[in-house]
Structures are given as C-alpha cells and as structure tokens.
C-alpha cells in the first residue's frame, strides 16, 4: 500500500500548480481521501477531501474557489489543482486515504481519521 504524492514546485504569487497522488496496492475510490498541508512552525491541516464515490466534497474556507478536488479512478489517482495560489499556501502538502472506512459516504478534514499518509511535496509561493 502506498501513495506518491508529485507536482510541488516554486510559484509566484497568482499561479497555479496540480498535485497529484498515485496510488497502489489498494483502490483509491473506495475510500476517503484528502490533501492536507503543513506549514513550518504549524499544525497540519485538511486543505480539501473528497468520500468514496465522490459523493461529498470538503474544502477549507481559505481555498475555496481557488482549489479543486478530483480523481481519476482509470489512474487510480487524487489531484488538487490549486490557482490563483497565495504566500499564505507555503506548505508541505500530503495526501491521504481513510483506510479504515470502506465505501464511506463522507470524509474528514481532521489528519488523525487518516491511516495512510504519502511522503509530502512542497509548494512554495513566493515572488
């Protein structure tokens, strides 16, 4: 079981940039999946999740209208598209899956409902 998170990079202020997480050894749309984000000297945070069947959606308040959950089932991959980006968006960002809720019709913006984590790609904005 394992999620490869990718697509960080360097940015100015008003870019955009798409994560994206692959996974393997297991289905991503079967369960729970999110994209989280630390920042240095701070707590880590839920950015967006998206349940099983993408039938709930959650975002943040800071990045809505600005990011977008998706997932490719065909790729078995989660992606964060994230515009109009802003300095405040510096962060590690991570992505992952509820492994323990199967089918489930939600999902949760807290890090600790998460039991399989990738290892991280940092997104930098700055001028």
């Known amino acids: 079981v394992q999620l490869q998170a990718s697509g960080g990079g360097l940015v100015q202020p008003g870019g955009s940039l798409r994560l994206s997480c692959a996974a393997s050894?297991?289905?991503?749309?079967?369960?729970?999946i999110g994209w989280f984000r630390q920042a240095p000297g701070k707590e880590r945070e839920g950015v967006s999740c998206?349940?099983?069947?993408?039938?709930?959606?959650y975002y943040t308040d800071s990045v809505k209208g600005r990011f977008t959950i998706s997932r490719d089932n065909a790729k078995n991959t989660l992606y964060l598209q994230m515009n109009s980006l802003e300095p405040e968006d510096t962060a590690v960002y991570y992505c992952?899956?509820?492994?323990?809720?199967?089918?489930?019709?939600?999902?949760?913006?807290?890090?600790?409902?998460?039991?399989?984590w990738g290892q991280g790609t940092l997104v930098t904005v700055s001028s």
């Open positions: 992952a899956a509820d492994r323990t809720r199967i089918r489930y019709s939600f999902c949760s913006r807290l890090p600790m409902e998460y039991d399989s």
């Open positions: 050894g297991f289905t991503l749309d079967d369960y729970p």
């Open positions: 998206i349940s099983s069947g993408n039938g709930y959606m």
